[in-house]
């Protein structure tokens, strides 16, 4: 069973053809409106419908007089799902060979779904096609684990003519009646006068459209004559603009192809727009017989009468449009100021006034804009109007490039805006900190040591991703201790918690609580020395000893319990080659790592990721005065070099 399976390659469910072609094969409007496009397609001049009715047990057919196809024609395009047919066939439609001197057609179809509107009106249905004095019928019925499946019926040879009959097998009926499918395909199919129509035996024309979907009027074009354009609406915007457009004609004749090229309608609409897949205008225009070019692609574009005629004719075509649009902008309006009208109370009489003037001059001057863009972009400026920072964001907006813009709304994609803001500020802050370490520490000359205590208490996530919390506080008690040490009563830096002042720098001891099963704090679990030296102080073994007898002397002062953890960081501008190395005292519970500021400096930046170098023409850099290519270009480090040298691998230097 397995072995069946798998030599049966990939199987469809019955539902697939429905997802697949959707209202194809499930509306009986854009079913025969499918049909009669694939007729034009084939070069037919001539397609004749039997509408079905399951009262007279009539089925459904349609028969074209087109190119029709070969066996292997067949093969190729009924058979294959997603038929590429400007891949195979052109982007033109050539004609027959008995129709030498016809243009080119604009096909409608691409992927070769429309044939399958013919399971509409019967499942299975039959195929007659005849070219090339070979005529086959098929069947074709859905597929229990394919699609569909095609069948040879009959063939035979030394046909004359050719074309295509699709039929039902039997006469269930549809919904639709003959009426409305007169009315479909009359707002769709009257542009060509060489393409026309008969339905149960009776010619579509303009008389099978309703009036309300149908104007006439006649133009005067001074000094030439008269005109009459014809104005089709068929109410219902179909998937292209290829069955609509301008038609022009001459004598009964079509001149190049229908559609909006040409139209100025920068204003009224455009190529995607609801209307520009809806109205169709057919225009008589007899009067320019001398101006049609030799093949009937188009005219003269320098003839008088085409010259006065054309503006004419787009003017009365503008007019008609203004008048449907004016509706539909109307109703839009009032949809979105409806939709806004909470917000829009909140503001103040100025703003509001603005705001209205807005959604009014958008939605005039932008047809092809949705009434939900519109509602979108009212919504947004709404809140501007509210913001403290009004409309300073627009601005900025409209400074962006594409490429920015699409990198914003990525940003959004995969962001809140508050997250974001909360990740940049920290970047900022850090970033500004590395730039204002770099800058003090470079200077050699700088008294103000006490300035860089609080600094590097800011600064503790550069030693390692352990000090990240922000648990870790400047500790007022173990502060004390050292200062009586000293016998120092000056204070520390104003800004930030005490710190003791030595003669050569100065240190701060930074804190994490430790806790009992209760949760309550029971001693220090972790502390932090920061010894700074003053900018030209080394450090050697003395220095080391100094940061030991601080943790001797809060040990012996109860701070310290054999559950701590302590790290003493010793910075300075450098470091005696001998004593590059950490030290460990109590057990390795108290760690003492001397580290040049040059180190410090770039062990942030590496924390950073490299951003310092990325971010170096960020606006909250250049805005306080940041040398950018100074600020990512690495101090030399000759006590680093020296160590190098000597091929220390101390990581307080790598």
């Not at 292209?240 to 004598?251: L, P």
């Not at 962001?415 to 970047?427: F, G, M, N, S």
């Not at 310290?560 to 953890?565: G, K, N, R, Y």
């Amino acid at each position: 069973m397995d072995t069946e399976r798998s030599s049966q390659g990939v199987l469809f469910d019955d539902r697939f053809l429905d997802k697949y072609a959707g209202p194809i094969i499930s509306d009986p409007a854009v079913a025969i409106v499918e049909l009669v496009a694939n007729a034009w397609d084939a070069y037919a001049t001539k397609v004749d419908i039997v509408w079905p009715k399951r009262s007279q047990d009539i089925p459904f057919s349609i028969t074209d007089n087109g190119k029709g196809m070969t066996p292997a024609q067949f093969e190729r395009r009924w058979k294959t799902l997603d038929y590429n047919r400007f891949a195979d066939e052109g982007t033109k439609s050539a004609p027959p060979a008995d129709l030498p001197d016809s243009p080119p057609r604009n096909p409608y179809g691409r992927n070769g779904k429309g044939r399958h509107a013919a399971f509409k009106f019967s499942d299975p249905y039959h195929v007659r096609t005849w070219r090339d004095g070979i005529e086959t019928v098929y069947e074709v019925r859905r597929g229990v684990t394919q699609p569909f499946d095609v069948t040879v019926i009959s063939s035979r040879d030394k046909v004359i003519g050719h074309g295509t009959e699709i039929a039902a097998t039997a006469s269930d009926g549809t919904s639709m009646d003959a009426d409305t499918a007169r009315e479909i395909i009359g707002t769709r199919f009257l542009a060509d006068p060489n393409f026309v129509v008969t339905l149960d035996g009776t010619l579509v024309t303009f008389d099978d459209i309703p009036t309300r979907n149908i104007q006439k009027v006649n133009v005067e074009v001074p000094g030439f004559g008269v005109v009459q354009i014809v104005m089709i609406d068929s109410q219902k915007a179909d998937r292209t603009t290829r069955q609509h457009g301008i038609a022009w004609r001459v004598n009964s004749r079509l001149v190049g192809n229908p559609g909006w090229v040409g139209f100025d309608h920068e204003r009224i609409l455009d190529g995607r727009s609801t209307e520009a897949k809806r109205f169709q205008f057919i225009v008589s225009a007899d009067i320019l017989e001398n101006a049609v070019q030799p093949d009937w692609s188009g005219f003269l574009p320098d003839d008088q009468a085409w010259q006065a005629t054309r503006p004419a004719v787009h003017a009365q075509i503008k007019q008609y449009l203004s008048t449907f649009s004016a509706d539909r902008r109307r109703e839009a309006k009032n949809s979105v100021k409806e939709q806004l009208v909470k917000t829009v109370r909140q503001m103040p009489p100025v703003g509001r006034e603005r705001w209205n003037q807005f959604v009014d001059e958008v939605i005039d001057n932008c047809p092809s804009i949705s009434t939900e863009e519109v509602g979108k972009v009212a919504s947004i400026l709404a809140n501007l109007e509210l913001s403290t920072s009004k409309f300073s964001l627009v601005g900025k907006l409209n400074e962006l490039q594409p490429g920015d813009l699409d990198a914003l709304y990525e940003l959004l994609d995969d962001w809140t805006l508050r997250l974001a803001k909360d990740a940049l500020d920290e970047i900022q802050t850090r970033l500004k900190l590395i730039e204002d370490l770099d800058k003090k520490l470079r200077d050699e000359t700088m008294d103000e040591v006490g300035d860089l205590q609080p600094l590097f208490e800011r600064s503790l996530w550069v030693f390692g991703p352990e000090f990240e919390s922000l648990e870790f506080t400047s500790n007022k008690g173990m502060t004390e201790v050292i200062r009586k040490i000293f016998g120092s009563t000056e204070g520390g830096s104003r800004q930030r918690p005490d710190f003791v002042m030595l003669p050569d720098g100065s240190v701060g001891l930074y804190s994490r609580d430790a806790h009992d099963l209760g949760h309550e704090v029971n001693g220090v679990s972790r502390l932090v020395v920061a010894e700074i030296k003053k900018p030209g102080v080394g450090i050697g073994s003395e220095q080391k000893d100094q940061a030991w007898r601080y943790v001797k002397e809060l040990r012996n002062k109860g701070l310290l319990t054999e559950a701590a953890v302590t790290t003493c960081y010793i910075l300075g501008s450098k470091i005696d080659v001998a004593e590059g190395g950490n030290r460990t005292e109590w057990d390795g519970r108290v760690t003492i790592i001397p580290m040049t500021y040059n180190t410090f400096i770039r062990r942030a930046e590496k924390r950073m990721l490299g951003l310092r170098e990325k971010l170096k023409e960020a606006p909250f850099l250049k805005e306080h005065g940041v040398d950018g290519d100074a600020f990512v270009t690495p101090p030399v480090d000759p006590q680093r070099d020296l160590l190098g040298a000597f091929g220390s691998g101390s990581p307080a230097h790598s």
